[in-house]
Nanobody, 122 residues
Framework: VQLQAYGGGLVQAGDSLRLSCAASGCSFSAYTMGWFRQGPGKEREFVAT????????YYTNSVKGRFTISRDNAKNTAYLQMNTLKPEDTAVYYC????????????????WGQGTLVTVSS
């Protein structure tokens, strides 16, 4: 399984970005997909997850109402729409895939993309 995350960049507070995660080498629809982030000097943290069918999602509290995770199984791609970005959202964002069903923790994900940097200026 190979995952490639892209779409990061430098934006101002209040702006929006959409991250994409393209998967290859797997049956994409069989995997739970997640987004994590790692800010400067911080540990990697959970952001959002979506089940294989795309009808169940879950978010960390700090992004609820601002971020939306989605997936297009026909395109083998997962997305993270980020609205009303804040400086504290600055981090490297990673997409990940889990074959163990519902997964909210780093250790539950088996495959990781390389990360894409999101920088939010105030």
């Amino acid at each position: 399984v190979q995952l490639q995350a892209y779409g990061g960049g430098l934006v101002q507070a209040g702006d929006s970005l959409r991250l994409s995660c393209a998967a290859s080498g797997c049956s994409f629809s069989a995997y739970t997909m997640g987004w994590f982030r790692q800010g400067p000097g911080k540990e990697r943290e959970f952001v959002a997850t979506i089940n294989w069918g795309g009808d169940i999602t879950y978010y960390t509290n700090s992004v609820k109402g601002r971020f939306t995770i989605s997936r297009d199984n026909a395109k083998n791609t997962a997305y993270l729409q980020m609205n009303t970005l804040k400086p504290e959202d600055t981090a490297v964002y990673y997409c990940a895939a889990s074959s163990t069903g519902w997964a909210l923790h780093v250790y539950e994900y088996h495959y990781w993309g390389q990360g894409t940097l999101v920088t939010v200026s105030s």
